[in-house]
């Protein structure tokens, strides 16, 4: 069955605050044109304020609604977020491969803003291992690749060897964010093995900035799956998160770290 519109599924856990996640991906699928679809890995009780509790999926159920996606509606970009254990990594690696998907964003979620982990320890060697290789872009922030590489990020470290040394986990592009860094400009870094591209933009002052990470692999998932080349779709997805941090402070949601505007370019919500 064709069908024009381009299907992006999330492999994520659920924010009931709606703003990470795949609430978070959801709303970018739509602002950007695609049909989105989900694997819930883990339901989340969580606010702008703390995470007050984490449920995980089992794994065999991970894999049924993945293969209920795969059989019937089929995907043109794949992205993952938080998956919680060793054993739902290796369902979710399994069918990524048997189903030859194509377009794999992985977002190495690891802890969330407000401290809470996301990640199983022993689940690091098997995102390593099973997942990365079969990736086409690998997104992780500073404390992120450093639990990937070993390598600390500091003013001491240059960020070509950390490049170097994510890529080897075996993804075509590494995506290193900036977001942690010390810096007046919010500056990414993409790199295939041979190539280092930089990507800056503005820092936005601003307290609404969960879901960040979840929203900029979606976005680049969406563009992926809409035909752009990597290094495209990164800038496309980075200008697009720009916009959604800018437009928080339209929506000005919660206590603590607030969401994004995630449709500030449909313009459907005004100040």
Sequence with gaps: MATSIKRVLTIAGSDSGGGAGIQADLKTCVALGCYGMTAITAVTAQNTVEVKGIHEIPAAAVGEQLEAVFTDIGVDAV???MLMSAEIIDVVATLLERFQVPNLVVDPVMISKSGARLLQDDAVGVLKDRLLPLATIVTPNAPEATALTGLPLDED??????LEALHLLGSRYVLLKGGHFDSAEATDYLFDGDVQR?????????????????????AIACHLAQGSAPPEAVRLAKDYLTGAIEGSAILNIGNGVGPLHHGWNLNIIRE
């Design 198 to 218: 930089v990507y800056s933009t503005h820092r936005v002052a601003t307290r609404h900035t969960h879901g960040t990470g979840c929203t900029y692999a979606a």
């Design 157 to 162: 470290v240059d960020v070509s060897e950390v």
């Design 79 to 81: 992205k993952t977020g």
